[in-house]
């Protein structure tokens, strides 16, 4: 191998922790986001995700404004994050994916049970980090064939 090459495959390296070292603490906000969403802190849930963000949830889409108006008629009463992974496309983007259980209710009326999908984009904007889409999608239970 050339010194070359192996500058080369150093730079690949660090430029590959560096973005595990992002990934990570994008992580991190994320389990925040969560946290602060259970506690109802509109302020702190407002600067993980700012006023041009969508979420897309079972009952339909809501904007960070809508969901800071009905923030407390959602009760999040526990939650479990599991298997959470990021990718960058680019320095400025971290894609989160993960599988959530939440249990609580919104306007009395409880989540839908189950497993669901999470995907968190989030941004670098100046110099933090902000989430502007976050989609779940329920994971259903196979269905069986009925074949004759």
């Known amino acids: 191998m050339t010194q070359l090459d192996r500058r080369s495959k150093n730079k690949r390296k660090s430029k590959a922790n560096a973005a595990r070292i992002i990934i990570n603490s994008v ?24 006023a041009d963000a969508v979420m897309i949830f079972q009952s339909g889409i809501v904007s960070q404004p809508e969901y800071l108006a009905t923030m407390n008629q959602r009760t999040i009463s526990r939650y479990e994050l599991r298997n959470i992974r990021g990718y960058m496309p680019n320095a400025k ?20 049970k189950g497993t669901v999908i999470e ?27 009925q074949t004759s």
Do not use: C, M
């Open 93 to 112: 983007t971290v894609i989160l994916h993960y599988e959530a259980l939440r249990l609580g209710q919104e306007a009395g009326k409880i989540f839908p």
């Open 27 to 50: 992580i991190r906000l994320e389990k925040r986001v969560w946290k602060v969403a259970q506690l109802r802190d509109a302020d702190a849930f407002a600067e993980l995700v700012p």
């Open 119 to 145: 995907s968190t984009t989030w941004i670098k904007r100046g110099r933090r980090w902000v989430a502007v889409l976050n989609q779940e999608t329920p994971i259903h239970a196979p269905r069986i064939s």
